[in-house]
């Protein structure tokens, strides 16, 4: 139990263009689902909280222009790299919050994101 | 805010001894929870253990075991009889529990690099 998946795991995108990244949790809802950026052999960074039927919250530094994420679902949440750069390029790993009471967090695959 | 401190960036181990991976913190809060992941090479985030913070009993899963002084802020992880398969990044992790001022959200040490060497 307690699965995510995200999709895809490996993108190339070229500048200019916007890519988008799924977080599903396949066995459970989650209602709060979390976004990390990873460079390598570095720590995970949050890049925003979010919560389902509600805009997120973004941690301090973040684009929330640039980082669109939505949750429409209590399964589904995605993030979408608007205008995307090399800069850009990194390793985004999603989470679910297992709920009150269990007090984990879940986490995806990771997606790799290169931007050409 | 909270900070989570790993102040060994690389350790290795020869294959079947022990090694000790070390974690501070730092909270004002008073009901936690810690965590230690690990990532090996595929990436992906694996839960070693947690502790909650009102138990005084130390955490252990099988050949992991933590020290937590809290009053030191401190939650090392122990590895015993190290396998190949423990080579990954290692994560030291803070969360606030219930009333906590960043409920829910994970906060990461730097982390350590930990090789098993056979």
């Known amino acids: 139990g307690a699965v995510v998946s995200q999709h895809p795991s490996w993108v190339i995108c070229k500048s200019g263009t916007s890519v988008k990244i799924e977080c599903r949790s396949l066995d459970f809802q989650a209602t709060t689902m979390f976004w990390y950026r990873q460079f390598p052999k570095q720590s995970l960074m949050l890049m925003a909280t979010?919560?389902?039927?509600?805009?997120?919250?973004?941690e301090q530094g973040v684009e929330k222009d640039k980082f669109l994420i939505n949750h429409a679902s209590l399964t589904l949440s995605t993030l979408t790299v608007t205008s995307a750069h090399p800069e850009d390029s990194s390793f985004y790993i999603c989470?679910?919050?297992?709920?009150?009471?269990?007090?984990?967090?879940?986490f995806g695959p990771g997606t790799r994101l290169t931007v050409t | 805010a909270q900070t989570v401190t790993q102040s060994q960036p690389e350790m290795s181990v020869q294959e079947a001894e022990t090694v000790t991976l070390s974690c501070t913190y730092d909270?004002?809060?008073?009901?936690?929870?810690l965590f230690w992941y690990k990532q090996p090479p595929s990436r992906q985030m694996i839960l070693v253990i947690r502790?909650?913070?009102?138990?005084?009993q130390n955490a252990t899963e099988n050949r992991f075991s933590v020290n937590f002084q809290k009053a030191a802020k401190s939650f090392s992880l122990k590895i015993s009889d190290s396998q190949l398969g423990d080579t990954a990044m290692y994560f030291c992790?803070?969360?606030?529990?219930?009333?906590?001022?960043?409920?829910?959200?994970?906060?990461f040490g730097q982390g350590t690099i930990l090789t098993v060497h056979p």
């Open positions: 502790q909650e913070a009102y138990k005084q």
């Open positions: 992790a803070f969360m606030t529990g219930a009333g906590g001022t960043s409920y829910g959200k994970l906060t």
């Open positions: 989470s679910a919050d297992g709920g009150q009471g269990i007090w984990e967090q879940y």
């Open positions: 979010s919560n389902e039927g509600s805009k997120a919250t973004y």
């Open positions: 909270t004002s809060e008073n009901n936690y929870y």
